[in-house]
């Protein structure tokens, strides 16, 4: 497998105007020859295929969901960031790709995220221009807030509603190119598979989900854009239905896919109730804005009232250790520092995991109407689920798996290792590196949908030229059979145990060994337990019904035979990388702190694991990362 | 500008404001009855001798306004049924009185006793005799007029009829509680700031006309047994 | 707590459906609604039945997928929540709880408890956006939007699109979700051009998909578990007269 990032030349500033000059571009005529596939229509597909069926080509889009408005963007609620120094307060391009990569923790490519940070005002005058209702000031103009990981204010927001809003945006954007026969769209459509001819993606097969019917479709270029894979932990903040398998087919398809053990753990969600949890729900980060984050000092004092544990008995643990940042420290750090102060048995409530996020000075200091303007959807859903009032006790919150970073390898284009797929949005690896800051995903996935793609994909196209695969060639017959074959193969088992019974396991066995602390040890038996549990699932798995109509179990059983594989690439990632960098914490490699020790010499790259076939290790190859813009050093937010 | 949903609606809503326009203006006639037999009868007469195009006109627009929005109302009720035909095995509802779930009926009815009510005291067929009473008490000119007062008396002496008139108001009350405030929302004058005013105004004003219809009725009755005089008791010698 | 569930079950759209009535034991009162509903699926599962089926995704009261109508209610007795937000505690031990379909004409069952919305996305084709093509926005601060205005278009916006306004009135009207969807754009200066455009063509294929007129009752805005105001269909209605009066004259 050969990695060709393909970065432009020249300096920093200067690559993406280079680029988008250099690249070959497709004659406005021509465009309406090239038909191309966009699976996925959250953030990155859906702005990917509005836009790309704006520039004239042929879309055929695809989601799982009943309508494109529902893919799981639409649950981000903080807000999306954007380099436009509004406030006056010190913020640039260039301030924004710093803390971005520094964020990152040095585990992301320079050129994209500079490109990202350009990108980013852009996207806040598109949306305006959509009719995204931004908060305003009083004056009328956008307001912003501050958020984990920076020290200025460049976060804008919808209430707690920003990838909603966003979202929605997209998806009217699409809805217009869908009137204009632009793009067609497809729902209840689930990727099954990725077609590769002479090594150029030409299709996918999909299964439509309302009726059982496969189908192949065939195309000039492939998008994946189709997030992440937090899922693999059975419990996430992601949505249930979320996946792995399109971006997990891509792989086996011959797709390099990059630091799958990099995952983001978000450090304020409701904590678990019980064995009947199906996901966690994330409150906002920018919670933590006006939220002071405490435990108490004793551990007998755990199961009092909070309220009645006075101020000198409680342990505020991250303004204590990281005083410039206080609160506001980055996810992985915030997280751990959580998991660390329950280890030490001064966790609250179920279980003993959970840590207190108190808006007692808030409330005093800003009254309870300015909170309840600010947060007050959150805190209503907080009561809902847990059925306490955080106006007059503290929330309480615990780390929860939230985003991938990790994803399939892409170069400077976007395109994967298979010439003509490319990945989007949190699909690919690309610009978060190890760990990603707070309102940065919807700041990735409007940026490859609507800024980066539609210049990147002509330069391929040009290239290629049109030349629609026919749907009857051997090719697709082929990849047609195998997806049958899989799905008779899982109808057939006709063992005793849920699919969901398997996913638990799974997610259990993921969040021991591979979650927030990993180790040598707990990841070499992860990857036992789980070859273990797929043989399991190959013998005992039974769905019933047919695959000829809708039938959710066996949706399921297909996602779950995925995850189970994928599980398994990300532990041996975890294995293979040998220091402590973001959201992949091994514990051999900490200072007597507890923080985290990077490797430079030996891990400043991204890991790409290739596929080698069934019952083969796949094979790890290296990205070197270079910096030149930023220098690397210690993650500091003390 | 009709045919589409909210066509529809604007039609019920203007429609329905005429109509209630036009309740109004007949309560305060009715009224004048307790203003004695000279009150009513020149009011009735003075509504008679009005150039017989303003006479019709008004009649004929009243009516066509009637007809317009009993019509819609049918065919809404029948698009309205298409579009849900299957009900839940549990119907509920959280907001929704009474009155606003039973516009058709309360409807219908109102219909059936408006024909009634111009058989009974404008054509006159039910009663013939009511044709044939005439007086010079209330008339400009001293010549025989109708006599509208001796028709009431007679009219709500009988009680069934009375307390079919009540009943009634009581429906063009339920029936105006929700179509008063709905006329604003349908025409797109409402808003939540004075959704509570409006409402206030909707619910007194849905009263004031039942109250003041169907006290002339109760009037009669209460003075036919002997309870209270309202009027010369001449009139109930009989 | 231990309850008895009577589940619409319908095996395709031609199929007509009928109830079926499962017992369920050691439901958790924290469980969410559909929680208890993967519970039942689990039980069915080992007894050999196929689960049934419903809609569901973010489980967070978000993305609007869940569904069902549960004792008559769109979403549950509960004000403002969905659901997917809606928890066990809220019931008590020994309820019969009878969970339908959202029905309407417009909504055609899929399976069980799943119904086809895709009408509601033919609204927004319809007229539903503004046109503002890619790369060719003014400066997002360009355009100074009082903060009422858009605090208005946002509680509009923030429509889920999940259907319980219609499954909720008795018409099955889209009233509520067509006004809400158009208003938040008419609001906003971005969205003027086309306003007298965008209301037309959504009330037309509002019309034509099927759905019920609007009665008035306030049903809708009840159920809607994002609480959107009816001033949105008063609006609606505004903006629409307009139209057709501006029509009429040119």
Request: glycine share 10%; hydrophobic share 40%.
């Given at each position: 497998?050969?990695?060709?990032?393909?970065?432009?030349?020249?300096?920093?500033?200067?690559?993406?105007?280079?680029?988008?000059?250099?690249?070959?571009?497709?004659?406005p005529?021509?465009?309406?020859?090239?038909?191309?596939?966009?699976?996925?229509?959250?953030?990155?597909g859906?702005?990917?295929?509005?836009?790309?069926?704006e520039?004239?080509?042929?879309v055929?889009?695809?989601?799982?969901?009943?309508?494109?408005?529902?893919?799981?963007?639409?649950?981000?609620?903080?807000?999306?960031?954007?380099?436009?120094?509004?406030?006056?307060?010190?913020?640039?391009?260039?301030?924004?790709?710093?803390?971005t990569?520094?964020?990152?923790?040095?585990?992301?490519r320079?050129?994209?995220?500079?490109?990202?940070?350009?990108?980013?005002?852009?996207?806040?005058?598109?949306?305006?221009?959509?009719?995204?209702?931004?908060?305003?000031?009083y004056?009328?103009?956008?307001?912003?807030?501050?958020?984990?990981?920076?020290?200025?204010?460049?976060?804008?927001?919808?209430?707690?509603?920003?990838?909603?809003?966003?979202?929605?945006?997209?998806?009217?954007?699409?809805?217009?190119?869908?009137?204009?026969?632009?793009?067609?769209?497809?729902?209840?459509?689930?990727?099954?598979?990725?077609?590769?001819?002479?090594?150029?993606?030409?299709?996918?097969?999909?299964?439509?989900?309302?009726?059982?019917?496969?189908?192949?479709?065939?195309?000039?270029?492939?998008?994946?854009?189709?997030?992440?894979?937090?899922?693999?932990?059975?419990?996430s903040?992601?949505?249930?239905?979320?996946?792995?398998?399109?971006?997990?087919?891509?792989?086996?398809?011959?797709?390099?896919?990059?630091?799958?053990?990099?995952?983001?753990?978000?450090?304020t969600?409701?904590?678990?109730?019980?064995?009947?949890?199906?996901?966690?729900?994330l409150?906002?980060?920018?919670?933590?804005?006006?939220?002071?984050?405490w435990v108490p000092?004793?551990r007998?004092?755990?199961?009092?009232?909070?309220?009645?544990?006075?101020?000198?008995?409680?342990?505020?643990?991250?303004?204590r250790?990281?005083?410039s940042?206080g609160?506001?420290?980055?996810?992985?750090?915030?997280?751990?520092?959580?998991?660390?102060?329950?280890?030490?048995?001064?966790?609250?409530?179920?279980?003993?995991?959970?840590?207190?996020?108190?808006?007692?000075?808030?409330?005093?200091?800003?009254?309870?109407s300015?909170?309840r303007e600010?947060?007050?959807?959150?805190?209503?859903?907080?009561?809902?689920?847990?059925?306490?009032?955080?106006?007059?006790?503290?929330?309480?919150?615990?780390?929860?798996?939230?985003?991938?970073?990790?994803?399939?390898?892409?170069?400077?284009?976007?395109?994967?290792?298979?010439?003509?797929?490319?990945?989007l949005?949190e699909?690919?690896?690309?610009?978060?590196?190890?760990?990603?800051?707070?309102?940065?995903a919807?700041?990735?996935g409007?940026?490859?949908?609507?800024?980066v793609?539609?210049?990147?994909?002509?330069?391929?196209?040009?290239?290629?030229g049109?030349?629609?695969l026919?749907p009857?060639?051997?090719e697709?017959?082929?990849?047609?059979?195998?997806?049958?074959?899989?799905?008779?193969?899982?109808?057939s088992?006709?063992?005793?145990?849920s699919?969901?019974?398997?996913?638990?396991?799974?997610?259990?066995?993921?969040?021991?060994y591979?979650?927030?602390?990993?180790?040598?040890k707990?990841?070499?038996?992860?990857?036992?337990?789980?070859?273990?549990?797929?043989?399991?699932?190959?013998?005992?798995?039974?769905?019933?019904?047919?695959?000829?109509?809708?039938?959710?179990e066996?949706?399921?059983?297909?996602?779950?035979?995925?995850?189970?594989?994928?599980?398994?690439?990300?532990?041996?990632?975890?294995?293979?990388?040998?220091?402590?960098?973001?959201?992949?914490?091994?514990?051999?490699?900490?200072?007597?702190?507890?923080?985290?020790?990077?490797?430079d010499?030996?891990?400043?790259?991204?890991?790409?694991?290739?596929y080698?076939?069934?019952?083969?290790?796949?094979?790890?190859?290296?990205?070197?990362?270079?910096f030149?813009?930023?220098?690397?050093?210690?993650r500091?937010?003390? | 500008?009709?045919?589409?949903?909210l066509?529809?609606?604007?039609?019920?809503?203007?429609?329905?404001?005429?109509?209630?326009?036009?309740?109004?203006?007949?309560?305060?006639?009715?009224?004048?009855?307790f203003?004695?037999?000279?009150?009513?009868?020149?009011?009735?007469?003075?509504?008679q001798?009005?150039?017989?195009?303003?006479?019709?006109?008004?009649?004929?627009?009243?009516?066509?306004?009637i007809?317009?929005?009993?019509w819609?109302?049918?065919?809404?009720?029948?698009?309205?049924r298409?579009?849900?035909?299957?009900?839940?095995?549990?119907?509920?509802?959280?907001?929704?009185?009474w009155?606003?779930?039973?516009m058709?009926?309360?409807?219908?009815?109102?219909?059936?006793?408006v024909?009634?009510?111009?058989?009974?005291?404008?054509?006159?067929?039910?009663y013939?005799?009511?044709?044939?009473?005439?007086?010079?008490?209330?008339?400009?000119?001293?010549?025989?007029?109708?006599?509208?007062?001796?028709?009431?008396?007679?009219?709500?002496?009988?009680?069934?009829?009375?307390?079919?008139?009540?009943?009634a108001?009581?429906?063009?009350?339920?029936h105006l509680?929700?179509?008063?405030?709905?006329?604003?929302?349908?025409?797109?004058?409402?808003?939540?700031?004075?959704?509570?005013?409006?409402?206030?105004?909707?619910f007194?004003?849905?009263?004031?006309i039942?109250?003041g219809?169907?006290?002339?009725?109760?009037?009669?009755?209460?003075?036919?047994?002997?309870?209270?005089?309202?009027?010369?008791?001449?009139f109930?010698?009989? | 707590?231990?309850?008895?569930?009577?589940?619409?079950?319908?095996?395709?759209?031609?199929?007509?459906?009928?109830?079926?009535?499962?017992?369920?034991?050691?439901?958790?009162?924290?469980?969410?609604?559909?929680?208890?509903?993967?519970q039942?699926?689990?039980?069915?599962l080992?007894?050999?039945i196929?689960?049934?089926?419903?809609?569901?995704?973010?489980?967070?009261?978000?993305?609007?997928?869940?569904s069902?109508?549960?004792?008559?209610?769109?979403?549950?007795?509960?004000?403002?929540?969905?659901?997917?937000q809606l928890?066990?505690?809220?019931?008590?031990?020994?309820?019969?709880?009878?969970?339908?379909?959202?029905?309407?004409?417009?909504?055609?069952?899929?399976?069980d408890?799943?119904?086809?919305r895709?009408?509601?996305?033919?609204?927004?084709q319809?007229?539903?956006?503004?046109?503002?093509?890619?790369g060719?926005?003014p400066?997002?601060?360009?355009?100074?939007?009082p903060?009422?205005?858009?605090?208005?278009?946002?509680?509009?916006?923030a429509?889920?699109?999940?259907?319980?306004c219609?499954?909720?009135?008795?018409?099955?009207?889209?009233?509520?979700?067509?006004?809400?969807?158009?208003?938040?754009?008419?609001?906003?200066?971005q969205?003027?051009?086309?306003k007298?455009?965008?209301?037309?063509?959504?009330?037309?294929?509002m019309?034509?998909?099927?759905?019920?007129?609007?009665?008035?009752y306030?049903?809708?805005?009840?159920?809607?578990?994002?609480?959107?105001?009816?001033?949105?269909?008063a609006?609606?209605?505004?903006?629409?007269?307009?139209?057709k009066?501006?029509n009429?004259?040119?």
């Open positions: 497998m050969k990695l060709d990032s393909k970065i432009p030349e020249g300096p920093i500033a200067e690559k993406w105007d280079n680029h988008r000059f250099s690249s070959k571009l497709v004659n005529a021509n465009k309406r020859k090239f038909n191309i596939i966009v699976v996925g229509s959250g953030l990155a859906g702005a990917a295929a509005a836009t790309l069926g520039l004239g080509y042929n055929d889009c695809f989601c799982y969901q009943d309508t494109p408005r529902r893919a799981h963007s639409i649950a981000a609620q903080g807000g999306i960031n954007a380099a436009k120094n509004y406030q006056n307060d010190g913020d640039s391009i260039h301030r924004l790709f710093y803390d990569v520094k964020g990152g923790d040095f585990r992301s320079e050129a994209n995220v500079h490109r990202l940070a350009q990108i980013s005002v852009n996207i806040i005058d598109q949306c305006v221009a959509q009719g995204v209702p931004f908060a305003r000031e004056g009328g103009l956008l307001a912003n807030r501050s958020f984990g990981g920076a020290q200025v204010s460049r976060t804008f927001y919808a209430r707690g509603q920003t990838g909603q809003q966003l979202l929605l945006g997209a998806y009217s954007s699409l809805s217009r190119q869908i009137a204009a026969g632009q793009v067609k769209m497809h729902t209840r459509h689930e990727m099954l598979d990725l077609i590769v001819v002479d090594g150029h993606a030409k299709g996918i097969i999909t299964r439509n989900l309302a009726n059982g019917e496969h189908r192949a479709w065939t195309a000039d270029a492939v998008l994946l854009c189709t997030g992440g894979y937090g899922n693999a932990y059975y419990l903040t992601n949505a249930v239905g979320c996946n792995v398998t399109a971006a997990f087919r891509a792989y086996r398809q011959g797709a390099g896919f990059a630091n799958p053990c990099y995952t983001q753990i978000h450090p969600c409701i904590p678990v109730s019980g064995d009947h949890q199906s996901k966690l729900t409150m906002s980060e920018s919670l933590r804005n006006d939220g002071r984050v000092l004793d007998e004092n755990c199961d009092k009232d909070p309220n009645d544990i006075e101020e000198e008995l409680r342990d505020y643990y991250l303004e250790k990281y005083p940042f609160n506001l420290a980055p996810r992985d750090i915030s997280s751990r520092s959580a998991k660390e102060a329950c280890d030490d048995g001064r966790g609250v409530g179920q279980g003993g995991r959970g840590v207190y996020l108190d808006f007692g000075d808030a409330i005093s200091r800003l009254g309870e300015t909170i600010r947060y007050g959807n959150l805190f209503q859903m907080y009561e809902r689920i847990t059925g306490e009032n955080a106006y007059k006790r503290p929330m309480r919150i615990y780390p929860a798996i939230h985003y991938t970073m990790g994803g399939l390898w892409v170069d400077y284009n976007l395109m994967t290792t298979v010439p003509g797929c490319f990945a949005g699909a690919n690896f690309s610009d978060h590196g190890a760990n990603r800051l707070g309102a940065s919807l700041m990735q409007l940026s490859d949908g609507y800024f793609i539609p210049y990147t994909i002509g330069d391929y196209l040009a290239s290629t049109a030349g629609v026919s009857d060639s051997p697709v017959k082929e990849s047609l059979d195998k997806v049958k074959g899989r799905i008779d193969q899982l109808t088992i006709k063992g005793k145990r699919a969901r019974s398997y996913h638990k396991k799974l997610g259990q066995i993921m969040w021991e591979a979650g927030m602390a990993r180790n040598e707990g990841l070499n038996k992860a990857i036992g337990e789980i070859q273990d549990l797929r043989d399991d699932f190959n013998k005992e798995l039974m769905v019933p019904g047919s695959g000829d109509r809708l039938n959710v066996l949706e399921r059983a297909g996602r779950v035979k995925d995850f189970l594989d994928f599980g398994e690439l990300l532990c041996r990632d975890a294995l293979e990388r040998k220091e402590s960098c973001g959201g992949h914490f091994r514990e051999e490699f900490q200072t007597a702190e507890g923080e985290a020790t990077r490797d010499e030996n891990f400043a790259h991204a890991a790409v694991w290739e080698q076939g069934r019952e083969k290790i796949p094979k790890r190859h290296k990205e070197e990362l270079y030149d813009n930023v220098k690397l050093a210690v500091s937010y003390k | 500008m009709f045919t589409s949903s066509g529809k609606k604007y039609l019920m809503a203007l429609t329905g404001l005429v109509l209630i326009g036009f309740v109004f203006v007949h309560m305060a006639g009715n009224l004048q009855v203003a004695g037999q000279a009150q009513i009868n020149s009011y009735a007469h003075s509504l001798s009005l150039p017989w195009f303003v006479l019709w006109g008004s009649r004929l627009f009243l009516l066509a306004s007809m317009i929005h009993a819609t109302a049918y065919s809404l009720i029948v698009e309205n298409k579009a849900r035909p299957n009900k839940n095995d549990v119907e509920v509802t959280k907001r929704a009185g009155s606003s779930l039973r058709g009926l309360t409807g219908t009815i109102i219909l059936a006793f024909v009634f009510h111009l058989l009974h005291f404008t054509i006159r067929s039910i013939p005799e009511y044709a044939e009473m005439t007086t010079t008490v209330g008339s400009p000119a001293g010549e025989e007029i109708h006599d509208a007062f001796s028709m009431i008396i007679a009219g709500f002496k009988h009680e069934f009829i009375s307390v079919f008139y009540v009943v108001m009581f429906l063009l009350c339920r509680a929700h179509g008063f405030s709905s006329v604003f929302q349908s025409l797109g004058l409402r808003s939540e700031a004075w959704e509570k005013k409006l409402n206030l105004v909707s007194a004003y849905a009263w004031l039942f109250a219809f169907s006290v002339v009725p109760l009037s009669v009755l209460i003075q036919k047994h002997g309870i209270f005089q309202f009027y010369d008791p001449s109930f010698s009989s | 707590m231990n309850l008895t569930l009577k589940v619409w079950r319908q095996s395709g759209p031609k199929d007509s459906g009928q109830f079926e009535t499962h017992l369920i034991e050691e439901v958790s009162e924290d469980s969410s609604f559909l929680e208890m509903m993967d039942l699926n689990e039980q069915l080992e007894n050999g196929e689960p049934i089926a419903f809609d569901h995704d973010c489980r967070e009261g978000i993305c609007g997928m869940c069902l109508t549960i004792n008559g209610f769109a979403h549950g007795p509960e004000d403002s929540t969905t659901t997917c928890h066990m505690r809220k019931f008590n031990d020994g309820d019969i709880i009878t969970i339908e379909p959202f029905r309407a004409r417009a909504f055609p069952v899929v399976r408890l799943v119904v086809d895709s009408s509601f996305d033919k609204i927004i319809a007229g539903g956006f503004i046109s503002a093509r890619t060719s926005a400066d997002g601060n360009a355009i100074p939007i903060k009422e205005d858009a605090d208005k278009a946002m509680d509009a916006a429509c889920i699109g999940c259907g319980a219609v499954a909720s009135c008795k018409n099955a009207s889209a009233m509520l979700f067509t006004s809400a969807k158009a208003g938040h754009l008419n609001l906003l200066p969205g003027q051009a086309e007298d455009a965008r209301v037309l063509n959504m009330v037309k294929t019309d034509e998909s099927g759905f019920g007129n609007c009665r008035n306030g049903e809708c805005s009840a159920a809607c578990p994002k609480d959107i105001s009816l001033d949105y269909i609006k609606l209605n505004r903006d629409h007269a307009k139209a009066i501006k009429l004259f040119s």
